[in-house]
């Protein structure tokens, strides 16, 4: 069933990454990645701590801290490796954050509706006011959240929930969710699975990015990529997120044959 | 809107207005007891006041300049040179169309209003708010709030002002304060009754005769038993001033279970040399709050100060500065703690960018016997770019063992991580900037009267514009 529903996708494809290579200092993290992620698809990134998977988000969102070495990334036909931060997120890319920075003095409500201003979508203050109660009602985050600083003083679990919520209110064209199930009790993960699955039904691709297939159990991915040594050593269908369940990751390394 | 102006308009502030000399009358250059007599026949002075002047005059010659601070700046001050009182008559000053256009534009993006305008610029001598002004007044006097400009005060309250004027801040307490009380102008004259809670705060806007504004503002505030008032000096648009030293004295009386609050938003065009004296004293039960924002000015030296005096007296100091090119901003915080109980909360907050120097220098002292005495202090410092500089020195002098001192100071940069965070919800990195250094001073914003906090940020907006992109 699953095979069907990979095989109805076949969009264009949105991202496009070829053997990209990237490095913090003198270490080399990425090394040759390749992933194609077609509109409207599910992906999942899985691997050991370490692996490099966190890397590849944030290079792919422009992360200062990284070099990279080489390799081409094609986001919506445009060389995204040319494009600065903002002008990545401007184009449909986002990122939610394993550990989003506490920004002191910006209250949630500030930071949110200067972001859509930003981004052109200037909302009277009502009409905004009532697309952020909505959105906090379907993530489970207490009406008080508006008026405090973003991230700061909040819990894992609070700001994986203000992620989502962003990616709800942001509606990207692809969305890279960078562990955001660690650290969540299963309540909190439901909460934000059906946030990331209300976006998938919105036409917005994902690529999860986790090292555990515990959220797979909630969202469904059409593809399972499996990272290690800074490239992806296999990839598959969502069989391939139970194999792994099963036997761990070590089997990866032995050669396939 | 171009972007070429604001940098300009909020930076290059030297060249302001030119004053064409039309002024009726002013004292020659340069200070001797004469100019000092002069200034004071001309105000029908008291003999005690000026007998005050001459021996503040005395005091001011014979003290050297100070050792710390920006020594390079204050040395370079030649004392000859100014003219240290002017006095220009109503429709007699400068017309709109003299005013240059950068200002203009600067009103324009910060949002002041007409009427406002023509004030700020000195082409009228009085804030044209007649009808606001008028009201706030009948309530007052209803009260029997009086709120003057010195001058005023002095001659329509001569024995109250002689009772207070000068006993705060004495002067040979430094020099800035012994040159000012020779030869002060203006400035304002507040006595709140016993009891009297002041609903609207006062601003130096709605005064009567604002007319000599200027230079060495001479404040003084007593707040009467009970009593509770807050005082708004100054605004978030630039003050032009022809010559380059300003020095004021603010003197704040807050009596038994009193509570003052002081708020201060200057922001000085970029020639001036800030050198202000501001002191509090506050008996038992009182409370004494300054709020003290410094943007402009090419140097500011301002430490407002606090002596708690009586058991269970509170003081608070909240301030921020703004230094850019060229600019030092050396500001801080005095508290005094000298009767058990007494508790005070210091909290600076400075931003340089450009090359910008910002200094916290602040003094704590417990003196024995003021057992169970607590306070706190905090500074943080955000730096923008390499070039600039932040420095504190925080002194403390503690005498006293049953007592709780806390001091905190950080210095930070704007985070890359959080730049980064902002810019990948497609903010631009001045979008991204700004919000994080508003996010920064937002303790202080909070503070302000609604329409003052949004004069801030635009300004901060401004000032923030040409630092990045």
Not at chain 1, 13 to 36: C, T
Not at chain 1, 172 to 191: F, N, Y
Not at chain 2, 186 to 213: K, W
Not at chain 2, 306 to 313: E, F, K, S, T
Request: glycine fraction near 10%; charged fraction near 25%; charge should be negative.
């Amino acid at each position: 069933m699953e095979a069907d529903r990979n095989q109805q996708v076949q969009g264009d494809p949105i991202l496009e990454v070829r053997d990209l290579r990237a490095s913090v200092g003198d270490r080399a993290i990425l090394r040759g990645v390749d992933l194609i992620v077609r509109r409207g698809e599910v992906h999942a990134v899985m691997g050991r701590n370490g692996s490099g998977k966190s890397t590849l988000s944030h290079v792919l969102m422009g992360h200062p801290a990284y070099r990279v070495d080489g390799g081409e990334v094609r986001f919506l036909g445009r060389d995204l490796l040319q494009m600065d931060v903002t002008e990545r997120a401007r184009a449909g890319l986002f990122l939610g954050f394993q550990q989003p920075v506490a920004v002191p003095g910006v209250t949630v409500t500030h930071f949110l509706r200067s972001v859509l201003r930003s981004r052109g979508r200037d909302l009277p203050a009502r009409e905004f006011r009532g697309i952020l109660r909505k959105a906090f009602d379907e993530l489970g985050i207490a009406d008080e959240f508006a008026g405090r600083s973003l991230n700061d003083g909040f819990s894992g679990g609070e700001r994986k929930r203000l992620e989502v919520l962003q990616l709800r209110l942001l509606r990207p064209v692809l969305a890279l969710m960078d562990e955001t199930d660690s650290g969540l009790d299963i309540d909190a993960l439901k909460v934000v699975s059906e946030g990331i699955n209300a976006s998938i039904r919105d036409g917005v691709s994902v690529v999860l990015v986790t090292h555990y297939q515990r959220i797979l159990q909630y969202v469904h991915p059409h593809l399972v990529h499996v990272f290690l040594d800074g490239r992806v050593a296999r990839s598959g269908g969502p069989e391939l997120a139970r194999v792994l369940e099963e036997r761990g990751y070590d089997w990866i390394d032995a050669p396939q044959a | 809107m171009e972007s070429s102006g604001a940098g300009s308009l909020v930076g290059d502030y030297q060249y302001g207005f030119h004053d064409e000399e039309r002024s009726v009358f002013q004292t020659r250059r340069g200070l001797d007891a004469d100019v000092v007599r002069q200034i004071s026949a001309l105000k029908n002075e008291p003999a005690w006041m000026l007998e005050f002047r001459l021996k503040a005059l005395g005091l001011f010659q014979g003290r050297p300049m100070p050792r710390w601070g920006n020594t390079e700046v204050l040395d370079a001050i030649d004392f000859d040179r100014i003219i240290y009182y002017v006095r220009a008559m109503e429709g007699q000053g400068r017309t709109w169309e003299e005013v240059p256009e950068g200002i203009k534009r600067t009103f324009d993006r910060l949002g002041i209003p007409e009427a406002e305008r023509k004030f700020l610029a000195g082409v009228t001598a009085q804030y044209d708010s007649e009808a606001v002004y008028h009201s706030i007044q009948a309530e007052l006097e209803q009260q029997g709030v009086i709120f003057l400009d010195m001058d005023s005060g002095l001659r329509l309250h001569g024995d109250l002002v002689r009772q207070y004027f000068g006993t705060v801040i004495p002067p040979n307490d430094n020099k800035f304060a012994a040159l000012n009380s020779a030869v002060w102008s203006g400035g304002s004259f507040v006595y709140v009754p016993p009891g009297v809670q002041v609903r609207v705060p006062l601003q130096a806007y709605f005064r009567i005769n604002t007319r000599d504004m200027g230079q060495f503002e001479r404040t003084l505030i007593i707040a009467d038993e009970g009593s509770s008032v807050h005082y708004i000096e100054g605004c978030t648009a630039p003050i032009w001033s022809s010559d380059s030293l300003h020095s004021a004295v603010v003197e704040l009386v807050a009596r038994k279970g009193a509570r003052i609050r002081y708020t201060t938003i200057q922001n000085w065009s970029k020639n001036v040399l800030n050198l202000v004296t501001k002191r509090a004293v506050a008996h038992e039960d009182a409370t004494v709050e300054w709020v003290d924002g410094n943007l402009g000015s090419r140097l500011t030296m301002k430490y407002p100060a606090i002596h708690l005096v009586g058991p269970r007296a509170h003081g608070e100091v909240l301030s921020i500065a703004f230094a850019g090119a060229g600019q030092h901003q050396d500001a801080g915080a005095k508290v005094i703690h000298a009767a058990p109980d007494t508790t005070s909360s210091i909290t600076s907050k400075s931003i340089s960018k450009d090359g910008g120097r910002a200094s916290y220098r602040g003094l704590v002292k417990v003196y024995p016997g003021a057992r169970g005495a607590r306070v706190n202090v905090r500074c943080d410092a955000l730096l923008l770019d390499e070039d600039s500089r932040s420095d504190t020195w925080p002194t403390m002098e503690i005498g006293e063992a049953r007592a709780a001192v806390g001091h905190e100071a950080t210095v930070s940069k704007v985070s890359e991580e959080q730049l980064y965070y902002l810019r990948s919800r497609g903010l631009t990195e001045a979008e991204a900037t700004l919000m994080i250094v508003n996010g920064f001073i937002e303790p202080f914003v909070k503070e302000l009267p609604m329409e003052y906090a949004v004069e801030l940020n635009r300004l901060i907006a401004l000032e923030m514009e040409g630092a990045v992109g």
